[in-house]
T-cell receptor, first 117, second 113 residues
Framework: GAVVSQHPSWVICKSGTSVKIECRSLDFQATTMFWYRQFPKQSLMLMAT?????????EQGVEKDKFLINHASLTLSTLTVTSAHPEDSSFYIC?????????????FGPGTRLTVL | QKEVEQNSGPLSVPEGAIASLNCTYS??????FFWYRQYSGKSPELIMSIYSNGDKEDGRFTAQLNKASQYVSLLIRDSQPSDSATYLCAVRGAIYNFNKFYFGSGTKLNVKP
């Protein structure tokens, strides 16, 4: 149980284009989904937290107009990188959490490696 | 002060030894603690969760929690080369910050054959 998928697993795009990444919880309903970014040899950086049906909460320094997050259902969240540039090249990882109790944890998707040329 | 602190390592241990990974956290109200393993180029995977003071064992892994000292540790017995990875400590925010998970920067473990 607790499987989270991401699609695509890797993407190469030209500078200026937009890229959409999907995150799905396959066997549970995710009350909250998180989006992280990780540069090589660096730690996870939380970008935003999203709850189904409401606007995402972005971390300080993350441009909400550039990184559009939609959490349309309890099993699907999408991250769109708009007008991508080479500095946006990174490993994007989503995670999902079921429930709201103290014992609930978050499970990570396999990640999407984005390369912007 | 960071919410979660870990020694970045690398921590090198010989195969078969016990690896001890440590983590401290700043929010005394935190109640949920997690250890994740991340292989190079992969996403983190959950190893252990712990919520009460004391030890929690799962196979070769033992998580230890001391809330008074705000300290969490992970012991890996009979370390194997396949355990070589970065280990992330995560702490869930206290009741007023319940939706937040704070991650340490990770400790890189090398298990030498």
């Amino acid at each position: 149980g607790a499987v989270v998928s991401q699609h695509p697993s890797w993407v190469i795009c030209k500078s200026g284009t937009s890229v959409k990444i999907e995150c799905r919880s396959l066997d549970f309903q995710a009350t909250t989904m998180f989006w992280y970014r990780q540069f090589p040899k660096q730690s996870l950086m939380l970008m935003a937290t999203s709850n189904e049906g409401s606007k995402a909460t972005y971390e300080q320094g993350v441009e909400k107009d550039k990184f559009l997050i939609n959490h349309a259902s309890l099993t699907l969240s999408t991250l769109t990188v708009t007008s991508a540039h080479p500095e946006d090249s990174s490993f994007y990882i989503c995670s999902a959490r079921a429930g709201t109790s103290v014992t609930d944890t978050q499970y990570f998707g396999p990640g999407t490696r984005l390369t912007v040329l | 002060q960071k919410e979660v602190e870990q020694n970045s390592g690398p921590l090198s241990v010989p195969e078969g030894a016990i690896a001890s990974l440590n983590c401290t956290y700043s929010d005394r109200g935190s109640q949920s603690f997690f250890w994740y393993r991340q292989y190079s180029g992969k996403s983190p995977e959950l190893i252990m969760s712990i919520y009460s003071n004391g030890d929690k064992e799962d196979g070769r892994f033992t998580a230890q929690l001391n809330k008074a000292s705000q300290y969490v540790s992970l012991l890996i017995r009979d370390s194997q080369p396949s355990d070589s990875a970065t280990y992330l400590c995560a702490v869930r925010g206290a009741i007023y910050n319940f939706n937040k998970f704070y991650f340490g920067s990770g400790t890189k473990l090398n298990v030498k054959p």
